[in-house]
């Protein structure tokens, strides 16, 4: 006679389980290091950014409470898959190789790599590489560029786990020149000690840059996926990531389908 009442009890902690767990505020994973103007710290201490202010718009779209995770890059997909966040919102290129692993929502927005080195130096790209020492951020698309495209070119690739740590090394003369991410780059080189540098040429449409920017998911969350699809094609529609574009990056590079 009490099976059916045990039954019942495990039915309803279950069902509130799995209540408190759609309740719960979502983990956001950024990477731990800064990348303006994508993610960084402001005077606050608290982060923002294209990024951080876009994913709190969706959030709010979506009427669900947010939370900035800050994750190291390099083991940011494991902690997705892990659990440990709910989403990768942090200029993740959609791949086919990332998809093998992580799912993704649609592409919000888009911008291609860039070559930046010292204004001084003539440097014919693709051709003219052979002997220069180009630095590139590991794990991202433009190192999946760089092995595919550059290999042949004579250019030796020095890999680094930051971004800032590649802008630093080119500043102090240890890089002919980067292959960065465009709308980054922009906004390094408005900085005074990057003064005399300048893009030399943008990368070329690649499978390696996949389809655009999206958010990065597990591959069973297919809820939050059609969710935050819904809530990407408000905030385009209604001109709030535009905004918000032009306000940390001071160009539109929202994806509009």
């Known amino acids: 006679m009490k099976l059916p009442l045990m039954i019942a009890t495990a039915a309803a902690t279950l069902s509130l389980g799995l209540t408190a767990q759609a309740d719960a505020p979502l983990k956001v994973g950024i990477s731990g290091e800064p990348y303006p103007p994508f993610t960084y710290r402001a005077a606050s201490g608290d982060w923002t950014g294209f990024e951080v202010e876009l994913a709190k718009r969706l959030c709010d779209a979506m009427g669900r409470d947010c939370e900035i995770a800050p994750t190291g890059w390099s083991g940011i997909i494991p902690s997705l898959n892990a659990g440990r966040i709910d989403m990768i919102m942090n200029s993740m290129s959609i791949t086919e190789q990332r998809q093998r692993v992580i799912d993704f929502t649609r592409p919000y927005y888009f911008t291609p790599g860039a070559y930046v080195a010292a204004e001084e130096r003539e440097i014919a790209i693709p051709d003219g590489l052979d002997g220069l020492i180009m630095g590139v951020q590991s794990a991202t698309t433009n190192a999946t560029y760089a092995r595919r ?21 080119l500043l102090a003369g240890r890089l002919d020149l980067v292959l960065a991410d465009e709308i980054a780059m922009l906004q390094f080189l408005e900085r005074d000690e990057a003064a005399s540098f300048e893009v030399k040429a943008t990368a070329p449409r690649h499978e390696a840059y996949g389809e655009g920017v999206g ?28 905004e918000l574009s032009e306000q940390f990056l001071g160009t539109d590079v929202c994806v509009y389908e």
Request: hydrophobic share 35%.
């Open 149 to 169: 495209e550059l290999r042949d070119s004579g250019v030796d690739i020095r890999l680094y786990d930051q971004a800032e740590q590649v802008n630093n090394d």
């Open 215 to 242: 958010i990065g998911l597990r591959q069973e969350d297919d809820a939050l996926r059609e969710a935050l699809n819904a809530a990407i094609a408000t905030v385009v529609e209604d001109g709030t990531c535009g």
